[in-house]
């Protein structure tokens, strides 16, 4: 599986990218590439 992640927030280091990384880290872990 490749996923894609887009954050379009202008606050690059809040919880909307914390929670994009979270789950971008998550679905590595099962094994799917992510960019």
């Known amino acids: 599986m490749k996923t ?3 954050n379009a ?3 690059k280091d809040w919880n ?3 929670l ?3 789950a971008q880290k ?3 872990s ?3 590439e992510t960019e």
């Open 16 to 18: 909307t990218a914390k």
């Open 26 to 28: 998550g679905a590595e």
């Open 9 to 11: 927030s202008p606050r």
């Open 30 to 32: 099962v094994g799917a």
């Open 20 to 22: 994009m990384k979270s």
């Open 4 to 6: 894609i992640v887009v």
